[in-house]
Nanobody, 128 residues
């Protein structure tokens, strides 16, 4: 069974760091692009970052550039989102998603509609 499981969410003070994990099971991520998306109450969903697992190409939304870093661990079949200098505006449910993307066509985009597999989400709350 194909599954993505996010973890690492929680409550953090503004300015602090948090690391989210997205562990895949049932398939290997080598030919996939993995994206992180977030949904805040009352706001539209937003693409945060993505990485082509095989090539390591990364892409970030302007709102998180310089603060967030996406990385991968091939051995663990896991993608991470390292979040620094968190702001209250970063409060949201964070989802990871995967799309089969051997030619890295999607790897420079953050379009929810392109992704086929989704995790259950993890809550990130940033307090003042």
């Amino acid at each position: 069974e194909v599954q993505l499981v996010e973890s690492g969410g929680g409550l953090v003070q503004a300015g602090g760091p948090l690391r989210l994990s997205c562990a895949a099971s049932g398939f290997t991520l080598d030919d996939y692009t993995i994206g992180w998306f977030r949904q805040a109450p009352g706001k539209e969903g937003e693409g945060v970052s993505c990485i082509s697992f095989g090539y390591g190409m990364t892409h970030y939304a302007d709102s998180v550039k310089g603060r967030f870093t996406i990385s991968k661990d091939n051995a663990k079949n896991t993608v991470y989102l390292h979040m620094n200098a968190l702001e209250p505006e970063d409060t949201a449910i964070y989802y990871c998603a995967a799309v089969y993307d051997p030619l890295t066509i999607v790897a420079d985009q953050l379009l929810e509609s392109e992704y086929d597999y989704w995790g259950q989400g993890t809550q990130v709350t940033v307090s003042l």
